[in-house]
């Protein structure tokens, strides 16, 4: 079975510290999802917080835990990138992503904080060959089921 190199870059909530809740279903988070999935190998990670990158090297001592995307990008080329940054640093990595031929990009949503780097978003992955897929919400966690059949029941909609 082939396995899929993989870095998530930003490894805060979303990116990782959502799965040390010990109130949330896990996975909650991308790290704890990519290393749940056994055709995937994580091969590095970028966070620019010097103590959540020691907490991510402390979960994952054999992962690699950059301080910068860039610096990422200048040691290894997975794959697919995860993109777990605040919003406003969405389009300049997932630019940086491709233009080092990540095979697949996820985004965080939203994809970008306006139109005109949205759609560069979009014609950066298109040009250099990257599938750029915007994460959505968790319809299927069972929470946000239960909400969803009570509205049902209740006949809101």
Known sequence: MKKYTTA??????????WDLDPGRIR????????NK???IKI???AEIDGHKRATVANYFPRVPVFKSAAELFKKIHPD????????????PIVKLAAEHKAKLILCEKPIATNLADAKRAIQVAKKHGSI???????RFDPELKKLGNYFKVKKFG
Do not use: Q
């Not at 998530?8 to 510290?17: D, E």
């Not at 996975?27 to 990519?34: E, S, V």
């Not at 605040?86 to 389009?91: E, K, R, S, T, V």
């Not at 750029?132 to 968790?138: A, D, E, P, Q």
């Open 132 to 138: 750029l897929l915007i994460n959505h919400m968790r």
């Open 43 to 45: 091969v590095g990670a």
């Open 37 to 39: 999935n056994p055709r």
């Open 80 to 91: 697919i990138i995860v993109v777990a940054t605040p919003d406003n640093l969405h389009y």
């Open 8 to 17: 998530v870059i930003g490894c805060g909530r979303i990116g990782f510290s």
């Open 27 to 34: 996975p909650a988070a991308h790290l704890g999802a990519l």
